[in-house]
């Protein structure tokens, strides 16, 4: 996410290999990150016409669709892939969050289940696969799977803070103070982790703690 650094390699590296497609892509997906959309389509466009079924261009095409709000179009170029690679992670996690979006519960759960199947070693394909079930209501089941990512990749970050989302929603507030206090030793600024906390404590009536961790909330 340091774009600014991230963008003066990439052009380094542009420089130093003018025609390696990798290194293009990788441009294009950082100029996403600062907002130059069109220039990253520029780019997509360019690998595109070079290479027709290169993958990584038409999902940062079809990633460029989804910043404006064209989902349909964007589900239909992850679709496309997911014909040149049935197994393609990306494209079946990027459908599964698509389909839920636009309320095609079905499909998405079709995707996710795939994913799993595909690639049930992966601690993203489980992350996401617990994210969709928390939208659905699924606590257990996504408490399960989140689980499930931080056994695969214990530093997971998201999951770390999905699953102490879940532990608040259904009264564990010890247990979520607990992944709270992790994140936080992890890295202070984590504002997120600071206010779940403060939530937490709050229910357990500790209201001056509840104070303290708010007041990092607002320096984090």
């Not at 993203?124 to 990749?153: P, S």
């Not at 994140?183 to 937490?200: F, P, S």
Request: glycine share 6%; net charge neutral; with cysteine.
């Amino acid at each position: 996410g340091e774009y600014d650094q991230a963008i003066v390699y990439a052009e380094k590296a542009r420089r130093y290999s003018p025609q390696d497609v990798d290194i293009e892509n990788l441009y294009a997906f950082i100029l996403i990150g600062i907002g130059k959309i069109e220039d990253a389509r520029k780019i997509f466009s360019g690998v595109l016409n070079r290479y027709p079924n290169n993958l990584d261009a038409r999902f940062g095409m079809a990633e460029i669709e989804v910043t404006g709000g064209r989902l349909t179009n964007a589900s239909e170029l992850y679709t496309a892939a997911l014909r040149r690679q049935s197994e393609n992670r990306k494209a079946l996690l990027s459908l599964a969050l698509l389909s839920h979006e636009t309320g095609n519960i079905k499909a998405a759960q079709s995707y996710i289940t795939r994913a799993l199947q595909y690639h049930g070693d992966s601690a993203q394909v489980h992350y996401f696969a617990g994210y969709l079930a928390a939208l659905a209501g699924n606590l257990d089941e996504a408490e399960g799977r989140i689980r499930a990512a931080l056994t695969i990749n214990e530093d997971y970050d998201r999951a770390r803070a999905l699953l102490c989302s879940l532990l608040y929603s259904s009264g564990r507030y010890g247990e979520a103070i607990s992944i709270a206090d992790t994140r936080i030793t992890d890295d202070r600024k984590r504002a997120d982790a600071w206010y779940l906390k403060a939530l937490c404590v709050i229910k357990l009536k500790e209201n001056k703690q509840a104070f303290d961790c708010l007041l990092y909330t607002s320096d984090a």
